[in-house]
Structures are given as structure tokens and as C-alpha cells.
T-cell receptor, first 113, second 115 residues
Framework: GAVVSQHPSWVICKSGTSVKIECRSLDFQATTMFWYRQFPKQSLMLMATSNEGSKATYEQGVEKDKFLINHASLTLSTLTVTSAHPEDSSFYIC?????????FGSGTQLSVL | AQSVAQPEDQVNVAEGNPLTVKCTYSVSGNPYLFWYVQYPNRGLQFLLKYITGDNLVKGSYGFEAEFNKSQTSFHLKKPSALVSDSALYFCAVRDTTDSWGKLQFGAGTQVVVTP
């Protein structure tokens, strides 16, 4: 089946620094990828839709200057959490849909100290 | 607007017994329905989907789900649960007119299977 690879699996950073998370489609091309955020014991919330070669589409309430998304190729989307603060600590998951279902990356646990 | 309800925060079942995880949905049009499973600190793994066709859908790891349009339900079932089935299960719905990313997820149901 299709594989979505996400890196890193976990990251710890100091408040004020920026963190980049990568999402790759390993065996298919993805013109669109999706970024979700998940708080402990809660469901996934769509943050933004990453579009290859164009600007990302952000959901209401998501700060686009805080969460920078770049989709420079058909197999790679990146999410950069800029000037991270403790409230940005969360589990971030990317996904793509090569067929009639979404495939998810393994997620990135971000802890901001 | 679409929504998903998973009425149980947690389901406890003994190994070997039947497992049911409930899900009801609401969409304005026709639904695409999904079940995903999540293990601790991991992404979501696809279990099964209903797009069209037979109401009984068979998926991975012996799971199945039945689409019931009149009751707007899509309950997940497994005839004989295993300890390794202990995980967090999410039901999700997408209106056929929405983009693929706009899956609406339920709050999740923690399944605990005891030996």
C-alpha cells in the first residue's frame, strides 16, 4: 500500500526556536497533502492543505505565519513551526490520498520547553 | 456541515469476546465513511472504508463495519478480540462534495482488551 513518511518522530526544542517537520510520499506523487494537529486524548484537527507549487490553504483559526507550509515537489511537504512556544507542543500528523482513502504519516511529537 | 459521534470514550472487552465500537454520523449529502486505528505516539492506520456498494465492509485485521443509512451509523466490529487490538479507534466521515483532507473525525474510542 501507499506509504507516507514523516520525520522526525519526535523533537524537543527551546521556546523561540523554529522546527521543521517533513512529510514525504514514498511511492506515489501527491499534489495535495494535509497537516493535522492532535492534542492528547483528542481527535485530529485539520490545520492546512498543502498544495504543490502554490500557497497552502489554512483552516480558520490557524496562524499561517506561525505554521509555514511548503510543498516544493510532488513528494515532499514541510511544516515549519516558527518561534515555537510551549502551547505549540502537540502531535502533528501529515496525510495524503493516492486513492480513495487517506494515508497518514507516523506523526511528530513536538515538545517546546 | 458534517459531524461524527463516537458515544463511548472507552470500550473494555475480554480477549476472545466480540468487539463493537459505535459511530454515528451526519452529512448533508452522501457519506464516505472510514475507520482508523492509532497506537500510542503513532500515526493513523487505515482499517476500512465505505464508499458505495455492500453495506457490510470487511477490512484489515479481521475488522468489519456495517453501513446503516436509516440509522446513520457505521459501527466497527470484530467477532473475537485480541489483546493486540487494544488501541485508539477513530471513525471519520467525508461528504462526497468535500476535499479529501476535510475528513471529520470522531473523538476516538479507546479499546482495552484484557487477557
Amino acid at each position: 500500500g501507499a506509504v507516507v513518511s514523516q520525520h522526525p518522530s519526535w523533537v524537543i526544542c527551546k521556546s523561540g526556536t523554529s522546527v521543521k517537520i517533513e512529510c514525504r510520499s514514498l511511492d506515489f506523487q501527491a499534489t495535495t497533502m494535509f497537516w493535522y494537529r492532535q492534542f492528547p486524548k483528542q481527535s485530529l484537527m485539520l490545520m492546512a492543505t498543502s498544495n504543490e507549487g502554490s500557497k497552502a490553504t489554512y483552516e480558520q483559526g490557524v496562524e499561517k505565519d506561525k505554521f509555514l507550509i511548503n510543498h516544493a515537489s510532488l513528494t515532499l511537504s514541510t511544516l515549519t513551526v516558527t518561534s515555537a512556544h510551549p502551547e505549540d507542543s502537540s502531535f502533528y500528523i501529515c496525510s495524503a490520498h493516492p486513492a480513495e482513502k487517506l494515508f497518514f504519516g507516523s506523526g511528530t511529537q513536538l515538545s517546546v520547553l | 456541515a458534517q459531524s461524527v459521534a463516537q458515544p463511548e470514550d472507552q470500550v473494555n472487552v475480554a480477549e476472545g469476546n466480540p468487539l463493537t465500537v459505535k459511530c454515528t454520523y451526519s452529512v448533508s449529502g452522501n457519506p464516505y465513511l472510514f475507520w482508523y486505528v492509532q497506537y500510542p505516539n503513532r500515526g493513523l492506520q487505515f482499517l476500512l472504508k465505505y464508499i458505495t456498494g455492500d453495506n457490510l465492509v470487511k477490512g484489515s485485521y479481521g475488522f468489519e463495519a456495517e453501513f446503516n443509512k436509516s440509522q446513520t451509523s457505521f459501527h466497527l466490529k470484530k467477532p473475537s478480540a485480541l489483546v493486540s487490538d487494544s488501541a485508539l479507534y477513530f471513525c471519520a466521515v467525508r461528504d462526497t462534495t468535500d476535499s479529501w483532507g476535510k475528513l471529520q473525525f470522531g473523538a476516538g474510542t479507546q479499546v482495552v482488551v484484557t487477557p
